[in-house]
């Protein structure tokens, strides 16, 4: 296992997922230093998915990345938005889950 790739991917999705929780924030680009968040965040996330390529496949990365982003950006926009979660919405949130970490430990796509 090359923990270098997943502490990049970890710097990436935190970064995704503040900009796009700072997205919301910036009112349509209308607010300056939210608008400045969004754009440095998503900077630093796809720059720390490059370096993760480099040593993961490119599916096993891009689902984790967007299994705990979704989880991570919904956790936010209720906490940080207030934004209402139903049954379904959090079911749905767990299978996400559930696939990512079913893709970490028994895919042999997954480095190990």
Known sequence: MNSTAYLYLGIAIVAEV???????????????????AVVVGYAVAFYFLALTLKTLPT??????????????????????????????????????????LVINLFSKSAPH
């Open 18 to 36: 503040a900009a796009t929780t700072a997205l919301k924030s910036s009112a349509g680009f209308s607010r300056l230093w939210p608008s400045v």
């Open 59 to 100: 599916g096993i990365a891009y689902a984790i990345w967007s299994g705990v982003g979704i989880v991570l950006i919904s956790l936010l926009g209720w906490l940080v938005h207030r934004q209402t979660l139903d049954l379904p919405a959090l079911l749905g949130m767990g299978l996400v889950m559930a696939g990512v």
